[in-house]
Each structure stands twice: as C-alpha cells, then as structure tokens.
C-alpha cells in the first residue's frame, strides 16, 4: 500500500515540467532576474483573471497584507477586524503596522467570520475588515460588504486559499478594496518559492503598493516613506504565467475530488463534512472534515489522525490552536471561551489529502482507512 501525503506537487511537474524548464532557462539567459516584462505580463495577466484592474506582485501573502494594509495608512492606534481561525499572517501583518487585531468569532459550517457577530466589533477605531476565504471557501462579500459600507470601512480579502474561487459569479479578490494572494508551492496557483500579489480596482492603493514594496520610492532614490524590498522574481513570474493557464482546469479537477469526497464520506458516523454556502464556489485548497469525540475520552480528532498515519494516509491540521490564545496576543486578553466556535474547531477539524492529481483509487484508499480509523476505539 503505498503512502499518500497531504499535498503532491510532483504530478503537477510532470505535467508543465518542459515548458516550465524552458521558461526558467529563457529568463536565466536574459540576466535580468528582477522586475522586466515577465513580472509585468503576470500582474496584468493574473489582474484580469481576479477581474481587477491592478495588479501588483510581491515576495508573498504574508507581504501582500502588510502592504495592503500600509496602503491604508493603517497604523498605531488603529482595530482590524479579522478571524482568529487562521494562519497567522493575517494577523501578524496587523500588529507590523502597529495596529491591533480584534479577532470575531467563525461559522461552524463554512470555518469563516461570522458576519453576524462582525457588525458588533465595530468601534470608531476600527479602520479595514480582514475577512479569510478559508480552505477555497469564499466569505459571503454581498452580506459582508454591506455592512463594511454602512459603516465606511476598507475591506482586505485574504485570499491566499482561494485563488479561483467565487462569490455570486465574482472571483475573490476583486470584490473588496483590496485582495490578497500567496503564491506559496501548496496553494492552487503556487509559484516554485514563495511570491504573493495584491490586486485592487483602486490606482491610488495600487500606486502606494508599488512604491512601498520598492523601498518607499515612486521615483528612483528619491524616498516617500520608509518601505521594503518586496518584489517577485522574474523566474517565479513565468511559472506562474504558465500555472495560471492551467488553473481552472486544475481547480475544477479539485472540485471533482471534493464531490466524490462528500459521496464516499457521508454515510460515516462521527464527522462533520465541509459545506459549501450558496452563491459560493470553493477551489477546495484544503478539504477538512471536523471528527467529533461524542463523548468520548481525549481527543478523538488526534486518535483517528495517528490512525490514519499508520495506515499511509497523511492528513494535517489547520489550526490547532486560534489566535486569540496564542502567546504572542495574550496581551489583548482574550481568555479560553471567548470565542467557542473557533475553540471547538480547533479540536475537531481534519484535512485530507488534496490536490488536483489525486486518483480515484488513492482517494478509495483514503475513505477506506478513515472509515477503520473511525470504527476503532
């Protein structure tokens, strides 16, 4: 029985290795490495596809929010409005620009904000809301939107799992002021290192974006503000013209698995399936199931995780622990059962291998050792 990890890129490869080899040996022979047409044809090629007039690349998501949020002018003294269930560049970017993090409570269902708790948080020093379109499941941005309107607030779509996916026929990304991407290997357009985009429809945010990831300057060493050196290579931007060629197909490839997933699956007793909003369509970067002890001594989402393992499945956790009770933010008070939801799925949920490539008779082997490692104990 052979193993199967979470992620395989290497089936990927196999696929666009010769073009992507031939790229990547194209630009090595150009010796212009930084910048130049290759990373000007990705900006507006992967601006078009997001819908968006704007695009601007960068070294990665982590980098992307922090610009975004520095394109705001958001700093000290400052609230943003995010998730507590997810990584922890969502929130660590906040605290770089020395604002504070007010973390809302998710949805059990879709693992993302509960809007109807973010209308709450709101204070006159809240300046940008961060929703996360978690797993390639998009946030419900009609609902969103209307409250960040009624109120005058920016919003930051973190889109780092969700390149491709919709809401109500709109890519994510392109409906708030600002959208945020990673091009992390593991993501559904993932460069061969890391790199990250921030696309908007606004030319005055994608202006400052521009001169803040090239150390503050609109004009060569003459310096608006203090920056950074954030630039995506020129190697990484022709892989990624190429990758994004394939990603719908790549991406309908996922949501073929996430059905058959859901047809093998919901007959076993003790998990809790993904759900899908209407008027969304998730790209399905992750496909986590929550397990649920019932009762049950310790924690039976761990138990069926080492079960699997020891079978050849590997499966990940994301997130085992929320933000709010991390020790870098036990300074804002946040106390255990604050926000349950978020707490609870941080003890049930359980993502199973998933990536374009995977093959039926992988995916068979997969259900069948969940539904043993389900039935012991």
Same mark, same amino acid.
């Given at each position: ?6 992620? !395989?890129?290497? *089936?990927?490869?196999?696929?666009? +290795? ?7 040996? @194209? ?27 704007? +695009? ?145 429809? !606004? ?20 310096? @608006? *503000?203090? +920056? ?71 924690? *039976? ?8 393992? *020891? ?67």
């Amino acid at each position: 029985m052979n193993s199967i990890p979470p992620f !395989d890129l290497t *089936e990927q490869y196999k696929l666009i +290795g010769e073009e992507v080899g031939a790229a990547v040996l @194209e630009v090595l022979a150009s010796g212009r490495y930084i910048g130049g047409s290759p990373v000007e044809q990705f900006e507006q090629q992967f601006a078009q596809y997001v819908g968006a007039s704007q +695009g601007i690349a960068c070294n990665s998501g982590t980098d992307a929010l922090y610009l975004a949020l520095r394109s705001l002018n958001i700093g000290a003294g400052d609230e943003v409005i995010t998730t507590p269930f997810t990584f922890v560049a969502t929130a660590e970017t906040i605290s770089a620009v020395g604002a504070t993090p007010v973390f809302v409570d998710i949805d059990a269902a879709t693992f993302n904000l509960d809007l109807d708790q973010v209308e709450a948080a709101i204070t006159d020093r809240t300046k940008a809301i961060i929703p996360v379109h978690l797993f390639g499941q998009p946030v419900d941005m009609t609902r969103l939107m209307e409250i960040a309107q009624k109120h005058q607030i920016p919003v930051i779509e973190d889109c780092a799992q969700s390149t491709g996916a919709e809401w109500q026929g709109s890519k994510v990304g392109g409906i708030g002021q600002i959208g945020c991407f990673s091009f992390f290997p593991t993501k559904n357009l993932g460069a061969c290192g890391d790199g990250g985009a921030v696309i908007t429809n !606004d030319e005055a945010i994608a202006a400052k974006v521009r001169m803040i990831r090239d150390h503050g300057q609109y004009q060569k060493y003459r310096y @608006e *503000e203090v +920056g950074v050196n954030s630039r995506l290579d020129a190697v990484q931007a022709v892989i990624l013209q190429i990758k994004l060629r394939h990603l719908d197909q790549w991406n309908t490839q996922r949501q073929t698995i996430a059905d058959r997933y859901a047809q093998l699956l919901r007959p076993l007793p003790g998990i809790v399936l993904p759900q899908s909003m209407a008027g969304g369509k998730s790209v399905w970067n992750q496909y986590t199931i929550r397990v649920l002890s019932e009762g049950k001594p310790g924690n *039976e989402r761990d138990r069926v995780k080492q079960r699997l393992q *020891e079978q050849g499945v590997s499966s990940m956790i994301y997130y085992p622990l929320p933000l709010h009770l991390q020790p870098v933010y036990a300074s804002l008070g946040y106390q255990p059962g604050q926000l349950p939801v978020s707490e609870q799925m941080a003890q049930e949920v359980l993502s199973l291998p998933m990536f374009p490539e995977l093959s039926p008779m992988q995916q068979d082997q997969i259900v069948y050792a969940l539904k043993d490692s389900l039935a012991v104990g």
